[in-house]
């Protein structure tokens, strides 16, 4: 075991021992979602594509200081072959699924899988975002689950930290050959008048398919009045992405609400021979209409750019989102 190792290790054996209490355990909670889509996007490989993106089941218990997490996804629920995954009748796979000690504000540790701390990543529930698509950039610069040890916490006036330590993809001939995976994520939050703003930066390093990278980029989360803005930066050696989502929220009835959203995005990979390290664009303009929190509709049009910023096709992107607890 690594110098990085052992200090994982040791930490996760201190917190246990000091976060030995009287246990005061809590209910199971259930809770989950279902994500169907109809995709419209032949430059996605997918013309007129009806998909059942999500099925999720997520369980949560708590024992005083000690919380459990599972999060237990099936994907892309269907017949037929999905292109981009080349997935048949679907895939089920453990999203997300830790064990987690609360030392107190400053310091939490998870340990198990976990998502990386990024806006998109943190909010991306599709009851929560506003548009179909996902950013071309996520999963692809740096890698979206870590398995490992997660420590997080508040430091002062507004700021957090997060830093983990996680398995590696890199080929190892022995368990002394395995290294492992790292990062750290600095966040800020503060009050807006009508609204709040929170900004992160955050770095890595990767060991993936052999080589070795080092990601690193921002994000911004703003909400003002009724006005919401996602947007993200990120780069490594050969890619770099950064997409920014707009929306406005319109009351819609007692508890409806109506929100025109803008979403563009893009994504560089110079290493690519395809694409001849030219930027893939897109740009999209829709509206997500819940009629209650947990019912979302969604339908976008969105246009793909290729080099020299023409339009290489028009989509239609449709979704209904029901999530329940």
Same mark, same amino acid.
């Given at each position: 075991m690594g110098r990085i190792g052992r200090i994982g290790a040791a930490l996760a054996l201190v917190s246990g021992m000091l976060c030995i209490v009287p246990m005061q355990a809590r209910a199971v909670s259930w809770m989950g979602?279902?994500? &169907?889509?109809?995709?419209?996007?032949?430059?996605?490989?997918? /013309?007129?594509? @009806?998909?059942?993106?999500?099925?999720?089941?997520?369980?949560?218990?708590?024992?005083?200081? &000690?919380?459990?997490? %599972?999060?237990?996804?099936?994907?892309?629920?269907?017949?037929?072959?999905?292109?981009?995954?080349?997935?048949? %009748?679907?895939?089920?796979?453990?999203? /997300?699924?830790?064990?987690?000690?609360?030392?107190?504000?400053?310091?939490?540790?998870?340990?198990?899988?976990?998502?990386?701390?990024?806006?998109?990543?943190?909010?991306?529930?599709?009851?929560?975002? @506003?548009?179909?698509? /996902?950013?071309? @950039? @996520?999963?692809?610069?740096? /890698? &979206?689950? %870590?398995?490992?040890?997660?420590?997080?916490?508040?430091?002062?006036?507004?700021?957090?930290?997060?830093?983990?330590? *996680?398995?590696? %993809?890199?080929?190892?001939?022995?368990?002394?050959?395995?290294?492992?995976?790292?990062?750290?994520?600095? *966040?800020?939050?503060?009050?807006?008048?009508?609204?709040?703003?929170?900004?992160?930066v955050l770095a890595g390093h990767y060991n993936d398919a052999d080589r070795k990278r080092n990601p690193w980029g921002f994000d911004a989360n703003v909400s003002w009045e009724n006005f919401l803005l996602w947007a993200e930066y990120h780069k490594n050696e050969t890619r770099k992405g950064y997409y920014g989502v707009l929306s406005y929220g319109l009351p819609a009835g007692a508890e409806g609400v109506l929100s025109p959203f803008v979403f563009h995005d893009s994504y560089t990979d110079e290493a690519d021979s395809a694409t001849r390290g030219e930027a893939k664009k897109r740009l999209a303009v829709g509206v997500n209409y819940k009629p209650i929190p947990t019912i979302a509709l969604k339908s976008e049009l969105i246009r793909t750019f290729k080099a020299g910023n023409s339009v290489q096709e028009t989509g239609l992107n449709l979704g209904f989102v029901y999530f329940f607890n």
């Open positions: 979602y279902y994500n &169907f889509e109809y995709l419209n996007s032949k430059v996605d490989q997918k /013309r007129g594509w @009806m998909d059942i993106h999500h099925v999720s089941l997520i369980l949560q218990h708590e024992i005083s200081v &000690f919380k459990f997490f %599972n999060e237990l996804e099936f994907e892309h629920v269907g017949d037929g072959v999905l292109l981009e995954d080349g997935a048949g %009748n679907g895939d089920i796979v453990i999203e /997300r699924a830790w064990a987690q000690v609360d030392g107190g504000e400053h310091f939490r540790l998870k340990l198990g899988k976990e998502l990386v701390p990024t806006v998109w990543w943190i909010y991306h529930y599709p009851n929560l975002s @506003m548009q179909v698509s /996902r950013p071309l @950039m @996520m999963k692809k610069i740096f /890698r &979206f689950q %870590n398995t490992g040890l997660l420590a997080s916490g508040d430091i002062l006036a507004g700021f957090t930290y997060d830093a983990w330590v *996680s398995n590696s %993809n890199l080929t190892a001939t022995n368990e002394t050959d395995r290294e492992l995976d790292y990062g750290g994520k600095l *966040s800020w939050a503060g009050e807006l008048p009508e609204g709040q703003l929170s900004l992160g």
